[in-house]
C-alpha cells in the first residue's frame, strides 16, 4: 500500500514540518561553525598545547596537523613553546635513564640474538616529560687526566663490576671513590701491558697508521682509556646489561664510549671507518649465524685495518681448561674462525700469546671478485648502500669496497696529517661538497671556535672533556679543538646527507643519530653540547620541547650548552631552558653583523632531586 503526503498522520500539537525546522537549523548552524573553527586551525598550523591542571608542564598534549611547507612547520613547533613552562622532576629511580635502551621495556621485545637490547624507543605518548635527577651526593666529575684512573662513586654508584670481578682488577672501591687499576678479563698484568703486546704485533699503531677504533665489549673501557695517550681515538661500544652502566664509567672517566650491541642492526657507522676493532673476551658469538657479526666488523673495517682477538678460541691449547670446554670444541671453533675469515678475504696477520690479529686486505681485489651473491660468503649487491647504518638490518654479506674507496685507503695519511685529509669519493655525497668548501668549513670553525673560548672560558681548559657536536658535517668543530684537552662525538643526521665517511676519513670519530630521539647514551654523560643550526634544520620533524630535555638528560650538571641557530628559535629555546633550570645568555656569532644567526650559550645547574634532599 502506498502512503501519499496527505496521507501521513500529524503529530499531536499540530506542530507538523516547520516545529523539526529550528532544530535542524541550530545543528547545521553548530556543524557548519565547528568545521569553520577546525579550518582555521588545519589553514594556519597553529599547534595547541594543553596542560594538565594538577601538573603543570608534566603532561603536554600537541595537536599534530598537516603542514603545506617547512616554513609554515616550523613556525607553528616554535611557536608552541612560548608559554613558560616549569618542568617537574623525574622519580628517583629515573636517575640512569636510557629511554631508547630501557630495562623496563625489554620484555615487549623478542630474545632473537639479544635483540631486545638494541635501540627500542618509547613512542610519543610515553615520553619522560621531566628533568632525570642525579644521584643522591653527586658533585661535579674530577677533572682529566685524574678521571682516567678514578671516579666519584656516587656519581656512579654501582658495585656489582666491583663485586663480581674484583679478582680481574676492572675496578676497585676506595673510600668515596672508584679506583680502575687497568685490569680486565684478559690482560691480569694490566692493560698498558696489554696494549704494548699489541703494538708490538701491530706497528701501526706506533706511527699513526691506525688513528681509530672500536671495542666490542668494552667493559669499563680501560683499552680504550689507554689508546688515548698513544693517538687513537676508540669508540668503546656495550650494551646496557647486567655489569651495570659500563658505558656510563667509561664517560664519567672521560673516555669515548656510546651504548649498543651487535645484534639484528649495524652499528650506526659508515662502511671503511675504522683503522681497528677489537675484542677481549667479548662473548660475541663470532662464528654462529653464518658469520654475520664477522661480515659487520668487515663493513665497518678500512681496506687496510685490523680485528683483534684475545679470549676464546685464541689461545685455547692452553687456555681451555678456563673457559668451562674441551679443548676439541674450542680447535673446530678456532678451525671454523680462520675458515669464515679467509672465505671474507681477511689474513691472520699475527699471533701471539692470547693475541691474534687478522687484516682486512688493502686490495684485495682479485678475492673479492670471487664472490658473488650464491658464493658462501655471499657478496653483497648495490641494493643497499654500505654507509647506511641508522636502523639498518645487518646482512649476511661480505661487503666489497668499491675501486675508489680502495684508492683511497692507500692514499691515506697517517695521522694528524690525515686531519686535512679530503677523500673526494665521501666529500662528494654532500650537496655542494668539494676539498674547497671542508677547507672553508675547517676556517669557519676555527674563528667560531676561538670565539666560542672568549665567551665561555671553560672550553679548552679541564673543565670540559666529553664534548658533542649534535650537528656536523665534515667535522670540522672537532677538528678545531684537536689540540684541546677534549675529544668530540660527533653526529651526522641520520636524515640527512651521509657525511659520517668524511670525519671518520679526517681521523675524528662519531655516529648517526636522528634527533626526534633519544641518544644512545646514560643520563649526565657530556660536558659540552654543541648545536649548530639544529633546530632550524629539524624543526620540521622533531619537536624542540622533547629534544631540548634530551640534551638536558644527556648534559652533565655544571655542563654548557652552545646553541647556534637562527634568532627565532632561539627564543623558544631560551624559554624551555629556564624551565629546565639553565641559565642562558645571548650573543653574537663571531660574525656581529650576522643577524640570521646567534648564539645562546647555556648552563646547567646542579640540583639535587626533592626525594634525596
Not at 103 to 118: A, H, I, Q, T, V
Not at 130 to 154: E, F, H, M, N, T
Amino acid at each position: 500500500m502506498k502512503y501519499s503526503k496527505e496521507d501521513k498522520p500529524e503529530r499531536a500539537g499540530g506542530g507538523g514540518a516547520g516545529s523539526r525546522a529550528v532544530p535542524v537549523a541550530l545543528v547545521f548552524l553548530f556543524l557548519c561553525g565547528f568545521s569553520f573553527y577546525l579550518g582555521g586551525i588545519y589553514s594556519t598550523g597553529r599547534t595547541f598545547t594543553l596542560f594538565d591542571a594538577a601538573a603543570t608542564a608534566a603532561t603536554t598534549r600537541t595537536l599534530r596537523v598537516p603542514l603545506s611547507t617547512k616554513q609554515e612547520s616550523s613556525l607553528a613547533i616554535a611557536n608552541s613553546e612560548e608559554e613558560e613552562v616549569e618542568f617537574p622532576e623525574c622519580p628517583a629511580d629515573y636517575q640512569d635513564y636510557t629511554p631508547c635502551t630501557d630495562p623496563k621495556r625489554w620484555r615487549r621485545y623478542g630474545n632473537y640474538r639479544l635483540s631486545f637490547m638494541e635501540r627500542h624507543c618509547p613512542p610519543p605518548p610515553d615520553r619522560a616529560v621531566c628533568l632525570v635527577p642525579p644521584p643522591a651526593g653527586y658533585k661535579p666529575p674530577i677533572r682529566w687526566p685524574k678521571s682516567k684512573d678514578q671516579c666519584w662513586y656516587r656519581n656512579v654508584p654501582y658495585d656489582w663490576i666491583n663485586s663480581q670481578k674484583s679478582n680481574q682488577h676492572w675496578l676497585r672501591k676506595e673510600g668515596d671513590r672508584f679506583a680502575f687499576p687497568g685490569g680486565g678479563t684478559m690482560f691480569p698484568n694490566g692493560v698498558g701491558a696489554y696494549v704494548d703486546l699489541m703494538a708490538d704485533l701491530i706497528p701501526g699503531m706506533k706511527d699513526g697508521t691506525v688513528r681509530t677504533a672500536l671495542d666490542t665489549g668494552c667493559g669499563v673501557a680501560s683499552w680504550g682509556g689507554d689508546l688515548l695517550a698513544r693517538g687513537i681515538l676508540t669508540v668503546s661500544l656495550a650494551p646496557r646489561d647486567n655489569h651495570e652502566a659500563q658505558v656510563q664509567f667509561a664517560l664519567e672517566r672521560g673516555i669515548p664510549a656510546i651504548l649498543g650491541i651487535i645484534s639484528t642492526q649495524r652499528l650506526p657507522i659508515p662502511s671503511g671507518s675504522m683503522d681497528m676493532a677489537h675484542c677481549s673476551r667479548c662473548l660475541i658469538p663470532w662464528t654462529e649465524f653464518g658469520g654475520l657479526y664477522l661480515m659487520e666488523i668487515q663493513r665497518v673495517l678500512r681496506p687496510g685495518g685490523f680485528w683483534v682477538l684475545s679470549g676464546p678460541p685464541i689461545n685455547y691449547e692452553n687456555r681451555w681448561h678456563g673457559w668451562n670446554t674441551t679443548v676439541e670444541a674450542q680447535k673446530s671453533d678456532f678451525d671454523r674462525l680462520k675458515k669464515m675469515l679467509a672465505g671474507m678475504c681477511f689474513r691472520l696477520y699475527a699471533k701471539k700469546g692470547d693475541i691474534a690479529v687478522w687484516q682486512k686486505p688493502l686490495d684485495g681485489a682479485a678475492c673479492y671478485d670471487k664472490l658473488t651473491p650464491v658464493t658462501s660468503p655471499a657478496k653483497c649487491d648495490d641494493s643497499v648502500d654500505p654507509d647506511a647504518a641508522w636502523y639498518v638490518p645487518m646482512r649476511s654479506c661480505v661487503t666489497a669496497p668499491t675501486a675508489k674507496a680502495r684508492a683511497a685507503a692507500k692514499q691515506l695519511p697517517k695521522w694528524p696529517q690525515r686531519l686535512g685529509y679530503i677523500a673526494q669519493d665521501r666529500v662528494s655525497a654532500v650537496p655542494g661538497g668539494s676539498g674547497s668548501a671542508m677547507k672553508h668549513d675547517d676556517a669557519k670553525w676555527k674563528a667560531a671556535t676561538k670565539h666560542y673560548k672568549a665567551l665561555l672560558p671553560a672550553l679548552g681548559s679541564d673543565k670540559v672533556r666529553n664534548v658533542m657536536d649534535m650537528n656536523t658535517v665534515y667535522g670540522g668543530f672537532a677538528a678545531s679543538l684537536v689540540k684541546d684537552p677534549v675529544w668530540v662525538m660527533n653526529v651526522v643526521s641520520s636524515y640527512g646527507p651521509n657525511s659520517l665517511g668524511v670525519v671518520y676519513d679526517r681521523g675524528l670519530i662519531g655516529t648517526n643519530h636522528d634527533w626526534c630521539e633519544a641518544f644512545s647514551t646514560y643520563p649526565r654523560t657530556y660536558d659540552l653540547m654543541h648545536a649548530d643550526g639544529l633546530f632550524t634544520a629539524e624543526s620540521h620533524r622533531c619537536e624542540m620541547k622533547f629534544v631540548l630535555l634530551e640534551m638536558d638528560r644527556v648534559l652533565r650538571p655544571t655542563g654548557y650548552a652552545i646553541i647556534r641557530d637562527n634568532p627565532y628559535f632561539l627564543d623558544s629555546v631560551a624559554t624551555i631552558a629556564k624551565g629546565m633550570r639553565w641559565t642562558c645568555d645571548r650573543h653574537d656569532t663571531e660574525n656581529k653583523e650576522n643577524e640570521k644567526e646567534k648564539l645562546l650559550i647555556c648552563h646547567k645547574k646542579l640540583w639535587s632531586a626533592k626525594s634525596t634532599q
